[in-house]
């Protein structure tokens, strides 16, 4: 394995996020007057080219790869649980049916997630993600 930069990268994806327009001259962003729902999508693909796919290199995993995700405080309860998945999966395996905001840490050689909702308005528990000790397809 090989650890990269020390600086933490992070990454947001909002469920009620808000199109924008950049502005090259201006290295700047506007609400756009347009919007075709692609905001999630785009949030998702830049989440995955600047933190997960440099995770999976540190880690030597693949897109694919069995992982286990696990907190030990969720919903208004502060329950613990895991899901088994993979990589490509995440996002989707940590989102809610309703409003929520995921928050992406990547040090260098881990990453964590952490979800708001209306019911974790404090947020999770760290999502700690790590190699799957299940021999399922996922």
Not at 19 to 47: A, H, M, Q
Not at 89 to 94: A, F, Y
Request: net charge negative; hydrophobic share 30%; with cysteine.
């Amino acid at each position: 394995m090989t650890e990269i930069e020390t600086q933490t990268l992070t990454a947001e994806l909002d469920s009620d996020c808000t199109c924008e327009d950049y502005d090259e001259d201006t290295d700047t962003s506007k609400p756009s007057e347009s919007c075709f729902g692609d905001c999630w999508t785009d949030s998702k693909e830049n989440f995955v080219a600047s933190l997960l796919k440099p995770y999976l290199v540190v880690k030597g995993w693949e897109m694919d790869t069995p992982i286990k995700v696990a907190s030990s405080r969720m919903t208004w309860q502060g329950i613990r649980g895991w899901a088994y998945t993979t990589p490509e999966r995440l996002v989707d395996t940590l989102t809610l049916n309703g409003d929520f905001r995921l928050v992406f840490e990547f040090d260098g050689h881990d990453l964590t997630a952490i979800r708001y909702s209306h019911d974790e308005p404090m947020g999770t528990g760290k999502f700690v993600i790590e190699l799957s000790d299940e021999q399922d397809d996922y």
